[in-house]
């Protein structure tokens, strides 16, 4: 979507990887692709693995919105390391038509099983940030489990050991039940369920600042709000999203439930909801969701579904409008997971977005699931710098916590010689 628009853990999953199964996207592609609307399409797949994501580079990190003059000023902001820039914290967007039943994202646990103690620094792979102080090396996740808001540190390769930190000035939450079990490799951190209405540690928000919550002025537009029930609208307050199809034309993004509190998101527009995003660089995210077809819809975006990460810093700034006011044009990400990108296509591309000369994207892709919901893993693995995405069987389950053999198991479910899945390696 372009924008006009551990280590035990963590060396079982490096061993899979490192021979992950599928053919290179070139090799699918021999022959038989075609030109839709501009678009290359290759072959319906059902897994997409890039390889090499993260880089060393900079991007302009905005500093400054002046509503006044509609100024916007920005400074350069260096990055390096596993799936940088994308280990930044990024937040999950939605266009529809889209039918979302389920979403929960996990984090690795660090904690010791006996007795859970404050994470110590251990070997491994760690993101530093030129931006952060030096002693700053870890970022802080909150959440609430066993209905105790707790939070813990985060050292890009996944979640460490809770410590009961409250945040400050946290919003009434719609639900505030537990995201999921206390105990596990692999814990969740926020979760959504369309049918039971259970929201835990997660935002809903849309770009439709000044109706309820947010600001709209002449110079940005509008700025984040909480969405509606129906995503039609802004609200006062955070909402749980309706158990409906979010109808073309209509966006809304997922974000964490802890709201930044001072600076500790960087720099927002004066007046928007900010929230945190999703950070680090050892992540899983499962979804459950359909994309019915919308045929006959108008709009820029009708029947032209998507759903896509971006860097935090898009939404808490301005994510239309001014290049000038947003970090994506100098490239500080966006990840298309399943995007249509012509009105009643049932292709879906998958696209990395970061500066051009590292970029790239798919042309394989995942049939547009109309007919009824698909279940999708999104997996981040740092240390081997590695994203992918992956369907899933109807019947896998969306757990309070995962073990690693199941995380290992959904990036190796597929025979080595599968033409089922496209390993696709960044410039």
């Known amino acids: 979507?372009?924008?006009?628009?551990?280590?035990?853990?963590?060396?079982?999953?490096?061993?899979?990887?490192?021979?992950?199964?599928?053919?290179?996207?070139?090799?699918?592609?021999?022959?038989?692709?075609?030109?839709?609307?501009?678009?290359?399409?290759?072959?319906?797949?059902?897994?997409?693995?890039?390889?090499?994501?993260?880089?060393?580079?900079?991007?302009?990190?905005?500093?400054?919105?002046?509503?006044?003059?509609?100024?916007?000023?920005?400074?350069?902001?260096?990055f390096s390391g596993q799936l940088a820039p994308l280990c930044d914290e990024i937040a999950m967007h939605i266009r529809g038509p889209v039918h979302l039943n389920q979403f929960a994202v996990y984090y690795q646990n660090k904690a010791p099983t006996k007795k859970r103690e404050p994470i110590r620094k251990r070997h491994g792979h760690q993101h530093l940030h030129k931006h952060r102080a030096a002693e700053e090396k870890r970022e802080m996740i909150t959440a609430t489990i066993d209905g105790k808001v707790v939070s813990w540190a985060n050292d890009y390769n996944g979640a460490g050991s809770p410590a009961a930190t409250p945040p400050p000035n946290t919003p009434p939450q719609a639900n505030t039940q537990s995201p999921g079990d206390s105990t596990g490799d692999w814990l969740r951190a926020g979760y959504y369920n369309a049918q039971s209405q259970t929201l835990a540690n997660l935002t809903f928000l849309n770009n439709m600042g000044g109706q309820g919550s947010g600001v709209f002025d002449t110079s940005f537009g509008n700025s984040l709000a909480y969405a509606s029930s129906h995503c039609n609208s802004g609200s006062s307050s955070p909402q749980i999203l309706a158990d409906a199809v979010v109808p073309s034309n209509t966006e809304y993004s997922i974000w964490s439930g802890t709201p930044c509190n001072g600076n500790d998101c960087g720099y927002s527009r004066p007046g928007t909801v900010p929230f945190h995003g999703f950070n680090g660089g050892s992540k899983v995210f499962l979804l459950?969701?359909?994309?019915?077809?919308?045929?006959?819809?108008?709009?820029?975006?009708?029947?032209?579904?998507?759903?896509?990460?971006?860097?935090?810093?898009?939404?808490?700034?301005?994510?239309?409008?001014?290049?000038?006011?947003?970090?994506?044009?100098?490239?500080?990400?966006?990840?298309?997971?399943?995007?249509?990108?012509?009105?009643?296509?049932?292709?879906?591309?998958?696209?990395?977005?970061?500066?051009?000369?590292?970029?790239?994207?798919?042309?394989?892709?995942?049939?547009?699931?109309?007919?009824?919901?698909?279940?999708?893993?999104?997996?981040?693995?740092?240390?081997?710098?590695?994203?992918?995405?992956?369907?899933?069987?109807?019947?896998?389950?969306?757990?309070?916590?995962?073990?690693?053999?199941?995380?290992?198991?959904?990036?190796?479910?597929?025979?080595?010689?599968?033409?089922?899945?496209?390993?696709?390696?960044?410039?």
């Not at 997971?337 to 000369?357: A, M, P, W, Y």
Request: with cysteine.
């Open 1 to 78: 979507m372009r924008q006009y628009r551990y280590l035990a853990a963590g060396a079982a999953i490096a061993a899979t990887i490192s021979g992950v199964a599928g053919s290179t996207s070139q090799e699918l592609c021999a022959g038989s692709s075609q030109n839709i609307g501009g678009n290359y399409y290759c072959k319906a797949v059902k897994a997409i693995t890039y390889k090499g994501v993260g880089y060393t580079g900079s991007y302009n990190q905005v500093t400054l919105m002046d509503a006044a003059n509609g100024q916007c000023n920005s400074a350069p902001h260096s």
């Open 288 to 427: 459950e969701f359909s994309m019915p077809s919308d045929s006959g819809a108008g709009g820029a975006n009708g029947d032209m579904p998507a759903i896509w990460f971006l860097n935090a810093q898009i939404g808490r700034t301005l994510q239309y409008g001014k290049p000038e006011c947003s970090c994506w044009t100098t490239g500080c990400g966006e990840f298309d997971v399943f995007e249509v990108l012509d009105s009643g296509n049932f292709r879906c591309k998958s696209t990395i977005h970061v500066q051009q000369s590292h970029s790239g994207g798919d042309s394989n892709y995942f049939t547009r699931p109309t007919g009824g919901p698909i279940k999708v893993a999104i997996l981040f693995d740092g240390p081997t710098n590695s994203l992918s995405i992956q369907t899933l069987d109807s019947s896998t389950a969306i757990p309070g916590s995962l073990t690693q053999a199941q995380v290992t198991a959904m990036w190796n479910q597929f025979a080595p010689d599968s033409p089922d899945v496209s390993v696709f390696q960044m410039p």
